[in-house]
């Protein structure tokens, strides 16, 4: 392969990653990795996750989420009891005790999406606007994953890249 072609290859791969996640700050809380799963066709419901860092001294609480890509969210815990997966809505909110992280994550707490506007698709993003009872409000842009993505895309990680149709000459 010449030197014009592997540049020009490399140039692409990096073309097709995403920007590094964004970072929203509201009073003490810094908000990273805001992300969703793609849903299959047909599917009226999705989750978002992210992480919210309190920098701060004092406690605050994560009390509601809103978003124009579904009519209803909700803020919801997953939990395994005897064996058995619940999910319940926080209707007293979420708890960022201060100077601790807390990760929304699959198979534990979650932005509940439902009855969404349109399915969510691999490498689109949509906002949530996340609201604290102390700090305010926050607008998060998610990056929307593959379907069954466990973790978001970090920056540095390349996508996958389908070899298949590429011709090398060496």
Do not use: C
């Not at 809380?29 to 599917?43: F, N």
């Not at 860092?53 to 009519?71: M, P, Q, V, W």
């Not at 009891?81 to 979420?94: A, D, F, I, S």
């Not at 707490?109 to 305010?136: C, K, N, W």
């Amino acid at each position: 392969m010449s030197r014009m072609t592997f540049g020009l290859l490399a140039l692409a791969a990096l073309a097709a990653m995403p920007a590094a996640a964004q970072e929203a700050k509201v009073g003490d809380l810094v908000i990273t990795q805001a992300w969703s799963r793609a849903t299959p066709k047909g599917s009226p419901v999705a989750a978002g996750y992210l992480t919210i860092r309190n920098t701060g001294s004092t406690a605050d609480k994560l009390i509601a989420a809103e978003t124009t890509a579904a009519k209803v969210t909700q803020v919801h815990e997953m939990s395994m009891e005897g064996g058995v997966m619940k999910m319940r809505q926080m209707t007293n909110g979420l708890d960022i005790p201060p100077g601790k992280t807390v990760e929304l994550k699959p198979g534990g707490y979650h932005i509940m999406l439902m009855d969404l506007a349109r399915p969510l698709a691999q490498g689109d993003s949509y906002r949530i606007t996340l609201v604290f009872e102390h700090a305010g409000k926050a607008s998060v842009d998610f990056k929307v994953g593959g379907i069954g993505d466990t973790a978001p895309m970090k920056s540095g990680d390349a996508p996958a890249m389908n070899h298949d149709a590429m011709h090398m000459n060496h």
